[in-house]
């Protein structure tokens, strides 16, 4: 079973408040992802992270912002929160290198409501 | 690109029967290929993957999957279902090398009728 750890797991906060969404992992992965995934629809991934300080954009625009200070904790960060952020928000990671590199293990979502 | 077509939104199966869900990807190359479940509130849990070799995969939770590369599927397979295996289910599939980044298609409902 993977370690993966999202806080908080629920969030609800008020239009134009600054959040951050908390992800660690305690096995060591090199690569990190957020997704964001809207009721009853597919995953879309927002950002990633090879390792300590490399940050990538992903395939779903996003005005969130992520940093990797330390190898365990990919935060996201929304500076001003609006409506249409309302969504839940999954991180996973996997480990470089070889064939299980491709295995991606999730943490439990933070479900955010903007109001 | 990579794609994947999950064409089921939701299926109702009665406990006890056997389950089919399809999935059908799009990958110019050999792809790596992903079930995962995702309960109620949930993240997501890793059922199987096919990397290579053996076309038929086995799971966790008595699920497999069969990779036919002649005609881009992956379907996920079980013999009984119980109550508890209702859920989403979500096919991925990832590229060999560079970002390995997960495309999922949009994911099947599955619901038990007791």
């Known amino acids: 079973e993977a370690d993966i750890y999202q806080t908080p797991r629920y969030l609800v906060i008020g239009t134009g408040k600054k959040i951050t969404l908390e992800c660690s992992q305690t096995m060591g992965h090199d690569k990190m992802y957020w997704y964001q995934q809207d009721p009853g629809m597919e995953l879309h991934l927002i950002h990633y992270?090879?390792?300590?300080?490399?940050?990538e954009k992903g395939d779903l625009s996003s005005e969130s912002t992520v940093s990797r200070i330390r190898t365990e904790h990919f935060p996201l960060t929304l500076e001003s929160a609006r409506p249409s952020h309302t969504s839940q928000y999954l991180c996973?990671?996997?480990?470089?290198?070889?064939?299980?590199?491709?295995?991606?293990?999730f943490g439990p979502g933070t479900r955010l409501t903007v109001l | 690109a990579q794609s994947v077509t999950q064409p089921d939104i939701h299926i109702t199966v009665s406990e006890g029967a056997s389950l089919e869900l399809r999935c059908n990807y799009s990958y110019g190359a050999t792809p790596y290929l992903f079930w995962y479940v995702q309960s109620p509130g949930q993240g997501l849990q890793l059922l199987l993957k096919y990397f290579s070799g053996d076309t038929l995969v086995q799971g966790i939770k008595g699920f497999e999957a069969e990779f036919k590369r002649s005609q881009s599927s992956f379907n996920l397979r079980k013999p009984s279902v119980h109550w508890s295996d209702a859920a989403e289910y979500f096919c991925?599939?990832?590229?060999?090398?560079?970002?390995?980044?997960?495309?999922f298609g949009q994911g099947t409902r599955l619901t038990i009728n007791p």
């Open positions: 992270s090879y390792g300590v300080n490399s940050t």
């Open positions: 996973a990671s996997s480990v470089m290198g070889g064939a299980g590199s491709d295995t991606q293990y």
């Open positions: 991925a599939v990832s590229g060999y090398g560079g970002a390995q980044k997960l495309v």
